[in-house]
């Protein structure tokens, strides 16, 4: 399972980004795809996921309802991640993840194997 992030980069409060994270070696029919987040000195943080099949979303306690949509494209085995009004404490590495089955990361279970991608740097300047 392979997973590239993209989409990054440095806007002003109040802007836009669209995360991409391409997935290979599975299909979205069979994983689910997460957005997780690490600002400095803080813990790694669910923000989004979408689950394998049908691609019921959910989104962390710590986003605003309306602000971060999640969206996939299975015919690109690509998930997105569109993020609106963007806010200095939404700063952070942003990482997509794969795993069978998002309930585990919702519950906090250790059962099912996460996959990584690399990070993209998302920074908000106020």
């Known amino acids: 399972v392979q997973l590239q992030a993209s989409g990054g980069g440095s806007v002003q409060t109040g802007g836009s980004l669209r995360l991409s994270c391409r997935v290979s070696?599975?299909?979205?029919?069979?994983?689910?795809i997460g957005w997780w987040r690490r600002a400095p000195g803080t813990e790694r943080e669910l923000v989004s996921c979408i689950n394998a099949g049908d691609g019921e979303t959910y989104y962390g306690g710590s986003v605003e309802p309306g602000r971060l949509t999640i969206s996939r494209d299975n015919a690109k085995n690509t998930v997105y991640l569109q993020m609106n009004s963007l806010k200095p404490e939404d700063t952070a590495i942003y990482y997509c993840a794969a795993t069978a089955n998002a309930k585990s990361w919702l519950y906090g279970s250790t059962s099912l194997r996460t996959y990584w991608g690399q990070g993209t740097q998302v920074t908000v300047s106020s």
């Open positions: 070696g599975v299909t979205l029919d069979d994983y689910a």
